[in-house]
T-cell receptor, first 110, second 116 residues
Framework: QKEVEQNSGPLSVPEGAIASLNCTYSDRVSQSFFWYRQYSGKSPELIMS????GDKEDGRFTAQLNKASQYVSLLIRDSQPSDSATYLC??????????FGAGTTVTVRA | SAVISQKPSRDICQRGTSLTIQCQVDSQVTMMFWYRQQPGQSLTLIATANQGSEATYESGFVIDKFPISRPNLTFSTLTVSNMSPEDSSIYLCSVVSGLAGGNEQFFGPGTRLTVL
């Protein structure tokens, strides 16, 4: 079983819609969870971090964490063409190392 | 967050040669890491660059192939030795901002390596 799994893509959504990205992780002691956005040919950019159960909102992005279910998600509201990118879920355990999911590619159709 | 630069940004190399990649941070950081991203794949941690001591390598990565230096708290190098086409990847350094440690990890712009 992979440490971090993301819903397979690619995900295509119309402009203005909500894009929903899911991620599950296997290590129950994981404490910190991150979403990175990676544009084609660029390096990953941190867009959200979440540490406690529940929702965390930042602009059009909402991260949701459920540690009991070992599940973390990212919602992108009012999706824009500029949101078209690959989104990487990353999980940190007790040290500083990150385990990454395979990524979900999102395409926002104008 | 810290500003991270990498040199070179890209290179094309012949098999059997070595390439050293530099990572420079504009402020002192405790934790620095090196990752590899193969074409179409996600990120894989190569090693943790430890200041003043040998790097800590992940399973599947060895010092002879990927020697790492970390002479101070703002700089590290990764060498890809005796390269083969399978080493064609993007190599990224990352840092955890600050000296006190934290949770968030930030990436440099990456070095795109092509081995012929």
């Amino acid at each position: 079983q992979k440490e971090v799994e993301q819903n397979s893509g690619p995900l295509s959504v119309p402009e203005g819609a909500i894009a929903s990205l899911n991620c599950t992780y296997s290590d129950r002691v994981s404490q910190s969870f991150f979403w990175y956005r990676q544009y084609s040919g660029k390096s990953p950019e941190l867009i959200m971090s979440i540490y406690s159960n529940g929702d965390k909102e930042d602009g059009r992005f909402t991260a949701q964490l459920n540690k009991a279910s070992q599940y973390v998600s990212l919602l992108i509201r009012d999706s824009q063409p500029s949101d078209s990118a690959t989104y990487l879920c990353a999980v940190k355990t007790n040290d500083y190392k990150l385990s990454f999911g395979a990524g979900t590619t999102v395409t926002v159709r104008a | 967050s810290a500003v991270i630069s990498q040199k070179p940004s890209r290179d094309i190399c012949q098999r059997g040669t070595s390439l050293t990649i530099q990572c420079q941070v504009d402020s002192q950081v405790t934790m620095m890491f090196w990752y590899r991203q193969q074409p179409g794949q996600s990120l894989t941690l190569i090693a943790t660059a430890n200041q003043g001591s040998e790097a800590t390598y992940e399973s599947g990565f060895v010092i002879d192939k990927f020697p790492i230096s970390r002479p101070n708290l703002t700089f590290s190098t990764l060498t890809v030795s005796n390269m083969s086409p399978e080493d064609s990847s993007i190599y990224l350094c990352s840092v955890v901002s600050g000296l006190a440690g934290g949770n968030e990890q930030f990436f440099g712009p990456g070095t795109r390596l092509t081995v012929l």
